[in-house]
């Protein structure tokens, strides 16, 4: 009997294993980074912390600076040009990243150091935003199926929890034995793979009339469109509400957790890492049972049960005293959770035409990312004064600032549990659009008219969809 080699179909197999090693390059690189400011370029200055945070702050600067306007080329060049690029992009400007750090740390003050390495966070996380929606539309003309979108959805997930627990241990080693140097070199060889890994993948392109109809179209124009139609679309809404709401509950645990583990769970401040580590293997299963879980009950049963199940387990969480129980049940307070954002991909997959993918998630992935910052903000300023002083019992129960913030996080994320019962359409009637859409593009793509013609239709389509 021979082992089966692939994962839902070759193709797909090729993009997750690019994708593997490349996460994996990135976790060591961005551990690597702030082990090296802080623990060397930094080293015993007050300003420390600062430089440290100004490496999420490049990161997030291009997600919600450059991902909005990214969706817009996205969707008119080809996608897997657009992967190709980026990975040989990012590989070269790790390689210059590589060069400099060759020079003495005392060649460059401090302030230069910190520019080059913020400049270069910036530009790589800029690739991303072009790269990550180009991947998702790919990902949708590879694999089909709710079912196995799910899958697909559950193993990327699965393998980024699992590249956070294999490369940050790496980084540490590579820094300090081997030299920063080599911990870059590491990163910019995982993006060569990557670029080898997707040149193997055999994908469609868009015709000659599909590139002509978006370039006679400018950049604003397409931008507004991409809003409207999101706007528009009742599913998207509701599946970007219910994102939204998600990150409180998780922007709540990653910014006072080490809190509710010395107050709450009367545990010492060392045992924390374990908790980040049950949450880890927590979404790794989730992530691996996810398109089973789908193919059983279906995506939208599965979101909203999740939302459900998740919310409670959150509010049983936050009344835990032992670090035992409260080990447990943040554990399994991760798997639905996981369960959840796997069985949304598929539905998300299924509400985006081809011509608007990048678009969607070029406003999907900021919106997102702002959420999480804000509510990891909101938590912190929560717990820390408006709710500063509460506390009490009441009905033999303690409560205090922390478990009061991770308790309301519970109950809106059930809350948003039966919104999404209500609000979310059938999956069967948006993939029934997403064929339509589909069989649509093949239709014109298939018929025989002139450049001039095929450009004329494809501009009328387009705006008919905005319209309506």
Request: proline content about 4%; overall charge neutral; charged content about 15%.
């Amino acid at each position: 009997m021979r082992a089966r080699l692939t994962l839902i179909n070759r193709d797909y197999t090729r993009l997750w294993f690019g994708q593997a090693v490349s996460s994996v390059g990135d976790a060591v690189f961005g551990t690597t980074l702030v082990l090296w400011v802080a623990t060397v370029l930094a080293k015993d200055e007050p300003w420390a912390p600062v430089a440290v945070s100004g490496i999420l702050m490049a990161s997030s600067a291009a997600v919600l600076v450059i991902g909005p306007l990214a969706g817009v080329f996205v969707d008119r060049w080809d996608k897997r040009a657009t992967m190709l690029r980026t990975e040989w992009f990012r590989a070269g400007l790790v390689a210059v990243l590589t060069a400099v750090t060759l020079l003495p740390l005392d060649a460059l003050p401090a302030g230069v150091w910190l520019a080059v390495i913020y400049t270069t966070v910036l530009l790589l996380n800029t690739a991303g935003q072009f790269f990550n929606p180009a991947r998702f539309a790919v990902l949708a003309d590879l694999v089909k199926g709710e079912a196995d979108r799910a899958r697909a959805a559950g193993i990327g997930q699965a393998t980024g929890q699992t590249a956070w627990i294999i490369g940050p241990p790496l980084a540490a080693p590579l820094l300090f034995a081997a030299g920063l140097q080599w911990a870059l070199l590491f990163n910019g060889l995982t993006y060569v793979v990557s670029y080898v890994a997707i040149r193997s993948i055999d994908i469609r392109t868009p015709g000659r009339s599909e590139r002509a109809s978006a370039r006679r179209r400018g950049l604003l124009p397409e931008f507004v469109d991409g809003l409207r139609f999101f706007a528009g679309s009742r599913f998207l809404v509701a599946l970007l509400v219910l994102t939204v709401i998600g990150q409180f509950g998780v922007g709540a645990l990653s910014t006072l957790n080490v809190f509710f583990t010395t107050d709450n769970l009367h545990a010492d401040a060392g045992l924390y890492g374990y908790l980040g580590m049950a949450m880890g293997v927590g979404g790794i299963i989730g992530a691996l049972c996810g398109g089973r879980v789908v193919q059983w009950f279906g995506a939208r049963r599965a979101t909203w049960a999740g939302l459900l199940v998740s919310g409670v387990l959150l509010v049983a969480y936050s009344r835990q005293t032992g670090f035992l129980g409260g080990l447990v049940l943040l554990f399994v307070f991760t798997v639905p959770l996981t369960v959840l954002n796997t069985a949304m991909s598929p539905l998300l997959l299924a509400a985006a035409p081809a011509e608007y993918r990048g678009r969607v998630m070029a406003v999907f992935y900021p919106v997102t990312k702002l959420a999480s910052m804000l509510s990891a903000v909101l938590s912190g300023w929560l717990a820390g004064s408006l709710l500063r002083d509460a506390g009490g019992s009441f009905g033999g129960l303690r409560f205090g600032p922390v478990d009061l913030v991770f308790a309301a996080a519970g109950l809106i994320v059930v809350l948003a549990g039966v919104y999404a019962w209500f609000a979310l359409p059938a999956s069967e009637e948006a993939q029934g659009a997403a064929k339509g859409e589909d069989e649509s593009a093949e239709g014109a793509a298939g018929s025989r008219r002139t450049e001039s013609e095929d450009v004329e239709v494809a501009a009328h389509r387009d705006d008919d969809q905005v319209t309506g």
